[in-house]
């Protein structure tokens, strides 16, 4: 399989060239040329490791098959203690694909342990020989898994940098107690915005490049726009369907809905990709909080984001430009000119329209919805006392937007709601949409949800609070373009 650009249809490039690179030299994202289906049914009775080994083969024909049967033998088995792609039914007809059981709680450890792998293969392919340094600015989760992914991959290096007071203690715990030596984790004074501008100076500092080229490093991010962030992620779709066929739930064949938490639509993405390869989805829904950019583009065919930015309960997807639409775009309209000029409005003047054409054809695979804090909280409550079942503020959007479809005579099918994170990272707001008092220190709050419910926390989280804190710096924004060279 190759790569071209969304904004240039000429390009071409191989998946480890797509992966080193991450962004198009003409600013566009990598997308495959074609997509070849895949024969899923023949992957019944398989391992997530298994199945990953060959769905990744498919996206990533020059990595060698015994590379990508290691590395996703490593990253899906232990890390994740045997939970890979672990599903469970809220109802016969309403499934939850819990993503939260690897080394950070969240869905993100699926791409972030695989890539720095995928990454130091990729150079190899391309006899790309630098050291790679990587800067991630994290309002928290990016970080953390960043970190796990990253800690002690031979070849690599990473810097994390969250704002001082803006992450809460169990995410500055999961990035400041990180042993590894290949880390190192800063404290920006300032906002994410701050932190975010601060490592955007250094990536554009040229005489910085120049300084570590000649040290033999170049500086990489692990944004999600990168290919491989979004490739691992079409896996649990697939084994998510194929767990139904096992159980008895559907048979092969049947149509089966996803309803996906969704901020810079790259978990929602990977659907499309699976749906590609030819799994039997039903229609992809797109689940916003108050940030609702993408439920008002599925409905009107216009991508504003002249409007409010909301902080809500779900930090994840506080997000207005939703980067992976530009590969969604690409596809749905076939056209690099079409995607280049609407990507152009959007940087000149904040907003653009899509054809109805376009939009229709969208239509054809997504459908999308949002809920507002109010509702998210009543949803926490709603699905604790129906299906005993406690989740976080991200999948209670999700399973929010599910309900009033649902209630509007919708979604009949069988559908999996994707679970992002899991309910102990966010256990203040989880125990108050409760109805209960929230304790002021988070490992009491994690305590107390712990025995309210009689459920128990991931152990990685809970053992944070016996862990030393190794990193305790705190720099001025423009501090953050010095730290690269004392790091090499
Ligand atoms: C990142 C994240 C999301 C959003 O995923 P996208 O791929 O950015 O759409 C949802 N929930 C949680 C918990 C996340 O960390």
């Not at 293969?121 to 600015?137: D, M």
């Not at 649990?236 to 049947?254: E, M, N, P, R, V």
């Not at 709603?382 to 989740?391: I, K, P, R």
Request: negative net charge; aromatic residues 10%; contains cysteine.
């Amino acid at each position: 399989m190759q790569y071209t650009s969304t904004r240039n249809a000429a390009l071409r490039a191989s998946a480890g060239e797509a992966i080193v690179t991450g962004l198009a030299p003409d600013g566009g994202l990598f997308v495959p040329v074609e997509i070849q289906t895949l024969d899923i049914n023949a992957l019944q009775g398989k391992t997530y490791a298994e199945i990953a080994a060959v769905v990744l083969g498919g996206f990533l024909p020059d990595y060698p098959a015994e590379f990508l049967q290691q590395a996703v033998s490593q990253c899906y088995t232990t890390p994740f203690g045997g939970k890979a792609g672990h599903m469970v039914s809220l109802a016969p007809d309403l499934f939850s694909l819990e993503l939260w059981h690897g080394p950070t709680a969240a869905f993100k450890d699926y791409a972030l342990q695989l890539l720095p792998k995928l990454l130091v293969q990729g150079k190899q392919q391309i006899n790309e020989s630098s050291q790679t340094l990587v800067l991630v600015a994290t309002s928290g989760d990016t970080g953390s898994a960043a970190l796990s992914g990253f800690a002690g991959v031979e070849g690599t290096s990473i810097a994390c940098f969250y704002p001082q007071n803006g992450t809460s203690l169990v995410q500055r715990l999961q990035m400041t107690t990180q042993t590894a030596d290949n880390v190192a984790v800063y404290a920006v004074k300032g906002n994410f915005d701050d932190t975010q501008r601060g490592v955007k100076t250094a990536f554009s500092n040229k005489q910085l490049a120049q300084e570590l080229a000649a040290k033999g490093v170049k500086l990489s991010s692990a944004n999600s726009i990168n290919w491989g962030r979004l490739v691992p992620q079409v896996v649990y779709y697939i084994t998510s369907y194929l767990q139904l066929c096992h159980q008895g739930s559907i048979a092969y064949g049947d149509l089966v809905d996803y309803c996906v938490p969704t901020g810079n639509f790259g978990d929602i993405m990977a659907g499309y990709y699976a749906k590609m390869l030819g799994l039997p989805i039903g229609r992809l829904l797109c689940a916003s909080n108050e940030n609702n950019v993408l439920a008002d583009f599925m409905a009107t065919g216009t991508y504003s984001t002249k409007r409010d930015f909301y902080k809500t309960s779900s930090p994840s997807m506080d997000i207005l430009v939703s980067s992976n639409l530009e590969r969604l775009l690409y596809h749905e309209s076939g056209s690099d000119e079409a995607v280049r000029s609407w990507m152009q409005q959007l940087a000149t003047s904040g907003e653009y329209t899509v054809t109805p054409q376009v939009l229709e054809a969208i239509r054809e695979s997504f459908d999308a919805g949002w809920a507002d804090e109010a509702a998210v909280a009543q949803e926490i409550q709603a699905v604790y006392n129906e299906y005993g079942y406690l989740c976080d503020t991200h999948t209670a959007v999700a399973l929010r937007v599910v309900r009033e479809k649902r209630l509007q005579g919708g979604y009949n099918r069988p559908l999996v709601v994707l679970s992002t994170a899991s309910a102990y990272k966010f256990s203040g707001n989880v125990l108050q949409a409760l109805g209960q008092p929230v304790p002021e220190n988070e490992f009491d709050a994690i305590a107390k949800l712990e025995q309210l419910t009689n459920t128990q926390a991931p152990p990685q989280l809970s053992q944070l609070a016996q862990q030393q804190e190794r990193f305790s710096a705190v720099i001025n924004r423009d501090e953050v373009e010095n730290i690269p060279l004392t790091l090499v």
